[in-house]
């Protein structure tokens, strides 16, 4: 699920065959907006996994504490 091919709303998915992909991305939004008890009209919900340098600076400061190397 981290392709750069993915990382775009599913309905605005430019490559064909990501429809597996589609289909679980929208079953996590709805388990989502279910388990927290959000109305769909009011909230959106981004399931999408970080990739990249976000991602890496994410689980960096997760592992290591302040002042670390």
């Known amino acids: ?3 750069p091919i993915l990382c775009v709303f599913t309905i605005f998915r430019y490559y064909g065959g990501q429809e597996h992909a589609d289909e679980l991305e929208i079953l ?4 989502a907006l279910e388990t927290y008890k959000l109305d769909s ?3 959106g919900v981004n399931v999408q996994p970080y990739s990249g340098s976000p991602a890496n ?3 960096y400061t997760a592992v290591v504490g302040p002042h670390g190397k």
């Open 28 to 31: 996590c939004q709805k388990r």
């Open 41 to 43: 009209e009011k909230w």
């Open 57 to 59: 600076f994410a689980v």
């Open 1 to 3: 699920m981290c392709s």
